[in-house]
Each structure stands twice: as structure tokens, then as C-alpha cells.
């Protein structure tokens, strides 16, 4: 079974298996102009930390100069200092704005490629995948994870590094300049602070789970509510929606300030500790200017540098707590694009070649579940350029069929082939490139009218839309619209009605001009009167191609060269419509069952039609 990203899968101490993961990306190959960037940036940030440590160097000297008695003869060396400590300032800003700049192109070429990995492998994994997901929330996983990619390079790259290097040059600086204590107390402070703050965001760790983890649900009710919206209107529960949603809401705002709360306290004790170092350090210093050892400058010097590193250090919590999240929120979308696809293509599979486009079921076995099997040795043959129903009540495995012929799953036993080709030896592609398909529910994009039928074939001209709209029957109507082909259809398509968008499945599945048919209950949800349309449209783009119809209603099905009957997964009849019927089985009774019906809702429009016939009579009427 498909398992989903969850925040629960990644309790405890974050992987940092991301980093690994992400490195390709960071240094990718034949992109020798990437490399260069990353290189040159690296240089850049060490130039801007070197000239970063000499600003105390530069302050504690123009002190020392400007402090002396001779201040008023030799003023130039005190200007000088100054000067230099002001060129070290503009040098270390000027080389971290050129260090962020080169490095843009390296980091959002980066996010880029794993974004759009991360898309195009969903869109390859099973159908079982996304009958399981929940969109809200896979939506929320790459956009985090992407978000994540950004934040770790901006920290770990540009916070981190940094600051370790500056740790390491004022460590070297204190041990020439002073004495080893200085930076025994400056190592010891940063110490203790690196692993106060550690150990309070570990702490802090599960608030931001459960914060992000109803930050999801509460996407994902949003997202489920506004795309199931008309539902809601049916059944008056918008209070319900709401409610559910302030639940979530509730959640999220409760572990929001646990989060707000903790890191108070975290903030707190970072600068207890830091101002406790500060006076350690500066006690030292001072203990050294009245023995003599030390300057005025020194003391100066040694100050600005715990303070230069306090900066840093003051954001090592939100820092670590960054990149603590953004491995998390990449190790969801990593697992993500290394999902294994349960359908793959085998390692050099050909193209299907289509000659005629016969189709042959052979002894085919599937189940969803093992405990529940669906199909059980089914075998048929739809032959070249002739048509095939497959009938039988609801559950007995009709639209499973459609569904293993596109494989959107792959078959436990058996063979499925096409032109003799089994179709798992073939690339997925070729073989759905060969398949049209009108559905049972068509879901359009929330786009135009001409995007929607274009879909059928990418790139198609508008004379060749128009031309497939026409053969659907459907060019009249869009045209009516006021925007014409460029009306918008809403999201799924619900600005029409279910006969337009069948219409529009049609136009599109025309304009595909596969070789092989697949109609999957394509007039089931229809009125009489509409089916009759849609099933005339149908009959032509059927012609001269091998069809294959899943259907309901019987009467869309008299005509087809071989009926199947399918029940609990098995075929029990086949024939056509005439043979079937003289049989007097479970075709025949399906048949009567539903010519009484249709006759029953004749009889009823008839009386609702007549205005002789009173309403109390109308309602009385069989339906």
C-alpha cells in the first residue's frame, strides 16, 4: 500500500540525509558555470569574514592612537586607523552582497530542478497513490520542501559556515593578541550557548511539528471543502466545513504559542549566557590593562569581537530551528521523489506499434487487496476496428478493466496485449498515446474552453480545435458562449453541464485520433434525451476504430459487435444483443429490468406533460 508524508514519520532528531540528497543539485553535472559560482562565492564569504574579524583590530587601534598624548602631532595615524576600519566595513558588506548575488543563480537553479522533479514524479506514481493522497497536503509537502531548500541554503551556507569560520579567526586572533584564557572563556561561552540552544530547540522540536501537522490538516479540509463545494451547499453545512476548519485552526493556534512561548524562554537564557561571557572576558581584560599588559584598545577590541559574535550567535537558535524544519520539510519531499513507482517501464521497452489495434484479454487475474480478488480469469478479444461492451451490475469489475488496459495498474496474472504486444513490454507513454478514453465524470481544468479540448493533442491550431469541437457537436454552443472558445469552465469543469463537458471529453478524445476507444460509462449520468446526443457523437468517432465500451445502460450497447456480461469479476455471457436476449439469463433480465424502468419514467413525463391529468394524479403516477 502507498504510504503517505507525514510529519510522524519524522519524529526526533532530523535526518540529514536531505543534505546529501540536495548536493547533485548544488553541483550539478555539465554545468561547469554553476560550479564556477559556487566557488567564487565561497571565496567571497571567507574574503568578507577576514575583513569581518579586522574591524575590532582596526577600533581597538584608533583607541589606542587617539588615546595617547601625542594625539594632536600624529593625528594621521589615528585618520588612517579609522580609514581602514571604514574600507574593512564597506569591504565586508561589499563581498557578502557579491557572495549572495553569485550564488542566486546556483541556489534557485537548485530549488528549481528539485521542484519540478519532485512534480513530474508524482504525476508518475500509481493510481492507487492518488486514490490515497490528500491533495492539500501533498501540495503543502513540495511547497515546504522547496521552501525548505531555500531556507537550509541561506542558513547553513550563509549563517553557519560563516559564523564557524569567524569563531576559528577570533580563537587564532585572541591566542596572538592576549593570552590563552581569552580564548578559553570566549570557546567555553560558545560552547555552552551552542548546546543550551540545541537542547532547548530539540525541546521545541515537537510544538513545531504540531504546529506545521495542523497547519496541513487545516490546508487540507480547505482545500477538500472549496473543491467539494457545491456537496456542501447541497446539504446545508457550511457550518459543519467551518467548524471542522476552526478545529484545526484551534490546534494550530494552541501549538503556535506553545512554539511563541518556548521560544521566549530559549531567548532568554541565550543571552543570560552571552552576557555572562561578555563579562568574563571582560574582566580578564581589565585585570590585564592594570598588570600592564594590556591597552585601553585591547580592551576595546575584545569587547567588539564577543559582540561582533554575539549577532550570529543571537540567531543560532532560530538558525538551528530553520534548518532542524527545512530538513524535515525536504525529507518529505525527497521521500517523495524517490517514492518507487509501483508501474515502471521495463529497462529499454519499446514504443507499442499499432497496426489494426486488436485487443486480447488472456486469463487475467487483478486485485486491489489480495483478500479481495476482482477480475478472475478474464479473457476476451476486442477485435480490429470492431467494437466490445462490457456490462454487468455496479462492483463487478467493468471500470477495473479500463483501468489495467491503460495500466494504471499492473495485472497479478494473465496477459493484456495489444496488436500481440503485451502491454507491460511496452513504454506507458506509447501505449495511452494509442488510447482515447471518454469517461464516466469529466473533470476539465479550470481553464478556457479552447485549453480543455487541446488538451487532447498539445499544440493542435484552433482551426483543428474547432474542427474536433464541430464533430462533438459542440462548436455551435461554444460559440454562443460570450468569450466563445476562450470562456473559462470553472474548476473541474463545473460552468457546464454534465452533457457539455461530455461533449468537450469527446472533442478532445477527436482530436487525440487514437487508434483504440475506450468509453467508460460515458453516458451513464445523462438524461434520456442528452445520451441520445452524446451517444450519436460517440458512434462516429467510433467508427473504423477499435472500441471498447464499459457501460450501464444497455440500450447504449444493442449494437456492439460482442456484449460481455461481467458478475462478481467473471464473464457469465457473451453474444450480441439478439443472442443474449434468447438466452433469458442475466443479460435478458438486466435488459427488462431497465426497458421497464425507462418505460415507467415515459409513462411519468407523459402524465407531468398532459394538462388534463391534475398534479395530485402526476405525483401519483409509477416512477
Not at 587601534?61 to 595615524?77: E, K, P, Q, T, Y
Not at 465500451?549 to 450497447?557: G, Y
Not at 433469458?584 to 409513462?603: D, I, P
Request: one cysteine or more; hydrophobic letters at 45%.
Amino acid at each position: 500500500m502507498a504510504q503517505h508524508v507525514t510529519e510522524s514519520e519524522f519524529e526526533g532528531t532530523p535526518s540529514f540525509r536531505p543534505l546529501g540528497m540536495l548536493l547533485p543539485y548544488l553541483w550539478p553535472k555539465g554545468r561547469s558555470d554553476l560550479k564556477r559560482r559556487v566557488v567564487y562565492s565561497l571565496i567571497c564569504l571567507v574574503l568578507a569574514k577576514v575583513a569581518t574579524v579586522s574591524l575590532p583590530i582596526f577600533f581597538g587601534r584608533a583607541v589606542d592612537a587617539l588615546s595617547g598624548s601625542r594625539v594632536a602631532l600624529v593625528l594621521a595615524v589615528p585618520l588612517t586607523l579609522v580609514a581602514a576600519y571604514t574600507a574593512a566595513r564597506i569591504v565586508m558588506q561589499a563581498f557578502a552582497q557579491v557572495r549572495d548575488g553569485i550564488f542566486a543563480k546556483v541556489a534557485f537553479h537548485a530549488l528549481r530542478e528539485v521542484g519540478v522533479s519532485t512534480f513530474a514524479h508524482v504525476h508518475t506514481l500509481s493510481l492507487r497513490f492518488h486514490l490515497e493522497r490528500k491533495t492539500g497536503g501533498l501540495s503543502r509537502a513540495i511547497e515546504r520542501g522547496t521552501r525548505g531548500i531555500d531556507m537550509l541554503l541561506s542558513f547553513a551556507i550563509f549563517s553557519i559556515f560563516p559564523t564557524i569560520l569567524e569563531l576559528i579567526l577570533i580563537a587564532i586572533i585572541m591566542l596572538n593578541h592576549f593570552d590563552v584564557w581569552f580564548a578559553i572563556v570566549t570557546l567555553a561561552m560558545v560552547a555552552v550557548y551552542i548546546w543550551v540552544t540545541f537542547a532547548i530547540t530539540n525541546w521545541r522540536v515537537k510544538f513545531r511539528r504540531e504546529m506545521i501537522a495542523s497547519d496541513t490538516e487545516a490546508s487540507t479540509k480547505t482545500v477538500d471543502s472549496l473543491l467539494n463545494y457545491e456537496t456542501v451547499k447541497y446539504f446545508g453545512s457550511e457550518g459543519h466545513e467551518t467548524a471542522r476548519y476552526d478545529s484545526a485552526m484551534k490546534r494550530f493556534s494552541e501549538a503556535s504559542i506553545k512554539t511563541q512561548t518556548s521560544l521566549s524562554v530559549l531567548n532568554t537564557v541565550q543571552a543570560v549566557i552571552v552576557a555572562l561571557g561578555l563579562a568574563a572576558v571582560m574582566i580578564l581584560a581589565a585585570y590585564g590593562i592594570k598588570a600592564g599588559r594590556l591597552t585601553v584598545g585591547d580592551f576595546v577590541m575584545v569587547n567588539a569581537y564577543l559582540v561582533q559574535l554575539y549577532v550570529p550567535l543571537n540567531l543560532l537558535g532560530t538558525v538551528y530551528r530553520e534548518i532542524t524544519q527545512a530538513l524535515v520539510d525536504m525529507d518529505a519531499m525527497f521521500s517523495l521523489l524517490h517514492k518507487e513507482q509501483e508501474v515502471q517501464d521495463k529497462p529499454g521497452a519499446p514504443p507499442l506499434k499499432v497496426n489494426g489495434g486488436e485487443i486480447r484479454f488472456d486469463d487475467v487475474c487483478f486485485a486491489y487487496d489480495p483478500a479481495r480478488q476482482v477480475l478472475k480469469g478474464v479473457s476476451f478479444t476486442v477485435p480490429a476496428g470492431k467494437t466490445v461492451a462490457v456490462v454487468g451490475p455496479s462492483g463487478a469489475g467493468k471500470s477495473t478493466i479500463s483501468r489495467i488496459l491503460f495500466r494504471f495498474y499492473d495485472i497479478q496474472s494473465g496477459a493484456v496485449t495489444i496488436d500481440g504486444q503485451d502491454i507491460r513490454g511496452v513504454t506507458q507513454n506509447s501505449l495511452r498515446a494509442a488510447i482515447g478514453i471518454v469517461p464516466q465524470d469529466t473533470v476539465l481544468f479550470n481553464d478556457t474552453v479552447r485549453y480543455n479540448i487541446g488538451y487532447g493533442r498539445i499544440g493542435a491550431s484552433q482551426s483543428e480545435i474547432e474542427a474536433a469541437a464541430e464533430a462533438a457537436q459542440i462548436d455551435t454552443f461554444v460559440k454562443s458562449l460570450p468569450d466563445g472558445y476562450d470562456s473559462t469552465v470553472g474548476e473541474r469543469g463545473l460552468k457546464l453541464s454534465g452533457g457539455e463537458k461530455q461533449r468537450v471529453a469527446i472533442a478532445r478524445t477527436i482530436l487525440k485520433n487514437p487508434p483504440i476507444l475506450l468509453l467508460d460509462e460515458a453516458t451513464s449520468a445523462l438524461d434520456t434525451h442528452t445520451e441520445r446526443e452524446i451517444q450519436s457523437a460517440l458512434k462516429d468517432v467510433s467508427r473504423n476504430r477499435t472500441t471498447l465500451v464499459i457501460a450501464h445502460r444497455l440500450s447504449t450497447v444493442v449494437d456492439a459487435d460482442e456484449i460481455l456480461v461481467l458478475d462478481h469479476g467473471r464473464i457469465v455471457e457473451r453474444g450480441r444483443h439478439e443472442e443474449l436476449l434468447a438466452l433469458n439469463r442475466a443479460y435478458a433480465s438486466m435488459w427488462n429490468k431497465q426497458k421497464e424502468a425507462a418505460a415507467a419514467r415515459e409513462r411519468l413525463l407523459e402524465v407531468e406533460n398532459d394538462p388534463e391529468v391534475s398534479p395530485d394524479v402526476a405525483r401519483t403516477a409509477p416512477a
